[in-house]
Every structure is written in C-alpha cells, then in structure tokens.
C-alpha cells in the first residue's frame, strides 16, 4: 500500500533544514510512500524544488499569505488542495518556533490523519499571549513533534510546555560516502592563492546567526590561513567591509552559494563553525564525515554532534580569541589534528546517517497512522 505524505516548508531561502527536507525525500521507500512537497516559490529556494523534481518529487508551489486579511481565502484553499492529495501524513518542517502555523492550521482542517512538525531551530524569541496561545492550540492538534536535537525538544518544552510523549528526537543525518573523494588539487591552489598557507573553510549562511563577524576577527589573529567563507545572505556586504577594515582581503575569500561543497571539504585542512545557536548544523556533520578536524562553539545542538576534544574543539560563542586559539592550536598540531578528523569520522557513521534518520521519522509516521487506525475501527 503507497501512501501521500505532505511535506511543507514555508522558508525563503536554501540551508540546512531544506537540506534535511531533501534527504527525507530522497530516502522515503516509494513502495510505500509518495511524497508531496507544498513550499512558496521564493527564488532563494530554487535549489529545493530544482532538486526536488530531480527525485520524481511531486511539486505544489503556493503563495505566501501577504497579510492576516487574506488569511481568510488562502486557508480554506490550502485546506481544498490537501484534501485533493489525500495525504495520510502532513509534515510541516519548522525553520523556527513560529514557522509553519497557518499550513499546521490547514492540515488540522483538512483532518489528515497524522500530523507531524519538525523543529529544526529554536532561537531566542519574544513570545506574546496571543502567539503563545496559537501555539498551545496547535500542540494540541500536531500529532508529535521531532526536534534535530534534545537542546531544541528542550526549549520546545520550556516555551511552549508541551509534553515529553509528544516529542521525539531524531538527529539530523546525512548520506555517507562509501569511498573517499580525491583531493580538489587544483581547486586547493587556487584558494590558497599562491601561497603555502593553511585553509580554514566556513559553510554558513551570511547571517547574524552564524557568527561570521567574530570569525573574521578571530581570521585576523591567525596569520598563516586563508579563510574560505562559503554562502550568501543579508550580512555579505557588512561582512566583506569588515574583512577590507581588518586588512583581510588578501586572505579572506567569499565564494557565495556553492553546490560543490563536497569538493572545496577536500581542500580544507580545517572546518569552522562560529555560530551563536543552532539546531543540530548539517554543516559539521558533513565535515566530520569528510575526515575533517572541526572547530566550533559550544552550543546546544552542535554539542550532540561534537564531543569536545574527542571529536572537535568547542569553544565559547561571541569569543574571537578563544575562537583564534583553537584555530592555531589545530593548524599547528597534525597530529591533534588527524586524531581529531578519525574520530569525528567515525562517531557521524556510527550516529548521523541519513538512513538512521529516515528510518525513525518513518517508523513515527507508522506508529501514528496504526494509532490513528485502531482509534477509528480500522483494525
């Protein structure tokens, strides 16, 4: 028996948790599910639905509600498109506490049968009455709740006071290579920019979150690196002034968005993540299954991922010099260094793999639907 599941994202822009989106539809076992991916057609998302379609995904771009009045039409016309699907499950993918509610909203009308919400980041938030009261009445209706991470199904529990029987953690996993990509020689030589110096590779978002403008005060302090910052966004031109202002142009590169992320981790003898919250950052995984020391801060999330000293340096969020620190004490130990890479490796194939993943979010959608069944006399 195939079944429809709805998934549904209502960001603007390609990161982490449409790559994770990606990942789940990639691995869904098409003898028993098809999916169906609902998102607004914003150009920044073009990565998701060009490589969605890639994997016989069926696509269903909607309009982003433009104000609260035409709330009105558009719910009750989300609400007529799911049912015209007859999707078994709806999963909402949540890149934030508040994201995703009005299509939550219709899939409760819509009375599809499991409904599932994943928080995949939890950022510090302002929360008034009226929104904290929607949340309530929502958390009622989603079936359960995944979180990447027990630091987001922590703060999911504290804001919201939902019940620990409704959340489940999943961790964030990724497709693990069988073999190990050669080097990008010539891509090395061309970021190391004729010189002999080490590269110290970002792969983040150009936002505030990231914490790029400590990284690049940290940069300034470690004099035998070039700094390779992968990614585009709101903060790019604040942050290619400050590089000009720290005398960093000649060892700062901003590449922008990359789909060969692969490749420039071949080159890289060290990866760096300085952000200042996180859900569980794909980011990290995907350099410790390179083979790749990491160095990043100590936050929830990316501290399930990374076991300090064992698997990777943590360091402070917000500490440039602590951050620079790090960075030298990997670059000029090699042996720190390689200790550190094997046992990143081995603890993402052991703990983080797509598959691991994929099984338990599918295991969930049976566990609901069977409960779902037996409540209404199907078995």
């Not at 269903?60 to 049912?83: A, C, D, F, G, N």
């Not at 953690?169 to 891509?187: K, R, S, W």
Request: glycine share 6%; aromatic share 8%.
């Amino acid at each position: 028996m195939i079944r429809n599941v709805v998934h549904f994202i209502d960001s603007d822009l390609f990161g982490g948790t449409e790559q994770i989106v990606l990942h789940v539809l990639a691995g869904l076992n098409r003898r028993h599910w098809q999916p169906i991916l609902f998102y607004h057609p914003e150009a920044g998302l073009t990565p998701l639905f060009e490589r969605a379609k890639r994997l016989d995904v069926r696509l269903r771009p909607i309009p982003r509600v433009q104000h609260r009045h035409s709330l009105v039409t558009w719910l009750p016309r989300l609400v007529k498109e799911l049912r015209a699907e007859q999707p078994a499950v709806f999963h909402a993918h949540l890149c934030g506490p508040l994201a995703c509610k009005e299509g939550l909203f219709a899939a409760v009308l819509a009375r599809i049968p499991a409904v599932i919400a994943t928080a995949h980041l939890f950022p510090e938030l302002q929360i008034n009455r009226f929104v904290y009261a929607q949340h309530r009445f929502l958390a009622t209706r989603v079936d359960r709740y995944i979180t990447v991470s027990h630091e987001v199904a922590r703060r999911l529990q504290q804001t919201f006071h939902i019940p620990s029987c409704k959340i489940n953690v999943v961790h964030n996993g990724i497709p693990l290579p069988t073999i190990d990509p050669p080097a990008n020689t010539a891509l090395r030589r061309t970021l190391m920019r004729g010189t002999d110096r080490a590269i110290v590779l970002v792969t983040a978002r150009l936002n505030k979150q990231k914490g790029h403008h400590y990284l690049l005060r940290a940069a300034s302090l470690v004099p035998t690196a070039v700094f390779v910052l992968v990614g585009d966004g709101p903060e790019r031109a604040s942050l290619e002034a400050q590089a000009r202002a720290l005398g960093l142009s000649d060892r700062v590169t901003f590449l922008g968005y990359r789909d060969d992320v692969g490749d420039l981790l071949t080159t890289c003898d060290l990866f760096v993540l300085p952000s200042l919250f996180e859900g569980l950052p794909l980011s990290v995984l995907e350099a410790m299954a390179a083979g790749k020391p990491v160095v990043a801060t100590a936050i929830g999330g990316t501290d399930e991922a990374i076991v300090q000293g064992h698997t990777g340096l943590l360091v402070p969020p917000g500490d440039p010099v602590a951050l620079a620190a790090a960075i030298q004490k990997v670059l000029s130990n090699p042996k720190l260094a390689r200790r550190l890479a094997a046992a990143g490796k081995a603890r993402v194939y052991a703990h983080f793999s797509a598959d691991a993943m994929i099984q338990k979010v599918t295991n969930l959608y049976e566990e609901i639907l069977f409960s779902y069944e037996a409540s209404n006399g199907y078995h």
